[in-house]
């Protein structure tokens, strides 16, 4: 009975104070993961050339993540200002996020994750099997420089924009 007590304050405890397991300054795990655009993407083909912004988000055509999709594809161009490449993931399966992609104009890729390995990597895998809605922001050297864990989905791109000035991201050069 008193192991089985201990065990019980035990769960409570990491489920009132879940520990990250990637913070600030960590190495962003490399992924390849297919884009709603037919090409697939690995963080280290963005390493030595620009930073990148992974915004997970729980499920395609619910209304918090059409919300952020929508903020992303309307208000995109602050972001196509800075030299970032930047892309909602989620573990739906790329058949969905292409559909959702498309309803919702996004003219950036979506990220399909369905094996979830890539959220667990990262720490955003909820215990009911969707991504948490987090932001990682990640520098040209492959580590992570910031993580949003409270999105405003409505504003979701200006922020984005906001966040990566003050990161001191640069403006994208003209080629």
């Known amino acids: 009975m008193r192991l089985m007590l ?3 304050l035990s769960l409570a405890v990491l489920i009132a104070f879940p520990v990250s397991a990637l913070e600030v300054g ?6 390849t993961l297919q884009g709603t655009d037919g090409k697939t993407y690995t963080l280290d083909q963005f390493r030595d050339k620009q930073a990148i912004v992974i915004a997970w ?5 619910t209304s918090g993540c059409t919300i952020e ?5 309307q208000n995109g161009h602050l972001l196509k200002k800075l030299d970032v490449t930047y892309f909602m993931a989620s573990v739906d399966k790329l058949e969905s996020n292409q559909a959702f992609a498309e309803e919702n104009d996004a003219d950036f890729p979506l990220l399909s994750d369905p094996s979830k390995e890539v959220a667990k990597a990262y720490d955003v ?11 990682f922001y990640i520098g040209k050297n492959g580590k992570i420089l910031f993580i949003d864990r409270n ?4 504003t979701s791109a200006q922020d984005m924009a906001a966040k990566l000035v003050d990161l001191g991201i640069p403006p ?3 080629s």
Do not use: E, W
């Open 6 to 8: 201990k065990i019980a």
């Open 26 to 31: 960590d190495q962003a795990p490399n992924f």
């Open 57 to 61: 988000y729980p499920m395609a055509f």
């Open 69 to 73: 999709c929508k903020s992303l594809a």
């Open 125 to 135: 895998l909820a215990f009911y099997g969707v991504p948490k809605r987090h932001t």
């Open 151 to 154: 999105i405003n989905a409505a």
């Open 172 to 174: 994208r050069q003209s």
